[in-house]
T-cell receptor, first 115, second 113 residues
Framework: NAGVMQNPRHLVRRRGQEARLRCSPM?????VYWYRQLPEEGLKFMVY????????ESGMPKERFSAEFPKEGPSILRIQQVVRGDSAAYFC?????????????FGPGTRLTVL | SQQGEEDPQALSIQEGENATMNCSYK?????LQWYRQNSGRGLVHLIL?????REKHSGRLRVTLDTSKKSSSLLITASRAADTASYFC?????????????FGGGTRVLVKP
């Protein structure tokens, strides 16, 4: 059973370009979370999705950022018109659909560098 | 200030010694989790402790939780060079918003051989 997959692992964009980050959850997991980590800091929650639904996007900037988790295919975090401050590591985590406290399984992350 | 703050921010010990780090948080929680992150890598889950539990063990790891003080500690016994990493606590408030985690800033642990 493969773990959480993220691609690309490294992404370089110039200011104003778009960045698309992909996350494939573990098999059987229907919950996906996106987190952002700045250098030397902890992870900050961005958005929580289930298949075809955004459940909580309270941590996501209102502009330029969007996320989706379609019925088929990976979850996508999209950043439009990137700025230098978007440079960070973006981690995706997935968990199974059970109720109650469950472990989140993290992917290796995508390191975004904005030039 | 943020939920889940670790103390100390950095810790340097000799192999074989114990390492203790603490985490404080501000709001009510459903559970608290500890993760390890090696430099430039993803997070590895270590232990989940529920709000009605006081202590939990896993191998060389011991986690305590004091909900009255809103604090938790992680003890690594007989440390090894391979334990060198950053350690993060994360709180899960539960509820309708699901299991989103709120992370602290981490404790960077260096175990010297």
């Amino acid at each position: 059973n493969a773990g959480v997959m993220q691609n690309p692992r490294h992404l370089v964009r110039r200011r104003g370009q778009e960045a698309r980050l992909r996350c494939s959850p573990m098999k059987g997991h229907s919950h996906v979370y996106w987190y952002r980590q700045l250098p030397e800091e902890g992870l900050k929650f961005m958005v929580y999705l289930q298949k075809e639904n955004i459940i909580d996007e309270s941590g996501m900037p209102k502009e330029r950022f969007s996320a989706e988790f379609p019925k088929e295919g990976p979850s996508i975090l999209r950043i439009q018109q990137v700025v230098r401050g978007d440079s960070a590591a973006y981690f995706c985590a997935s968990s199974p659909p059970e109720q109650g406290p469950v472990e989140q399984f993290f992917g290796p992350g995508t390191r975004l560098t904005v030039l | 200030s943020q939920q889940g703050e670790e103390d100390p921010q950095a810790l340097s010990i000799q192999e074989g010694e114990n390492a203790t780090m603490n985490c404080s948080y501000k709001t009510s929680i459903n559970n608290l989790q500890w993760y390890r992150q090696n430099s430039g890598r993803g997070l590895v889950h270590l232990i989940l402790i529920r709000s009605n539990e006081r202590e939990k063990h896993s191998g060389r790891l011991r986690v305590t939780l004091d909900t009255s003080k809103k604090s938790s500690s992680l003890l690594i016994t007989a440390s090894r060079a391979a334990d060198t990493a950053s350690y993060f606590c994360a709180t899960d408030a539960g509820g309708a918003a699901g299991n989103k985690l709120t992370f602290g800033g981490g404790t960077r642990v260096l175990v010297k051989p």
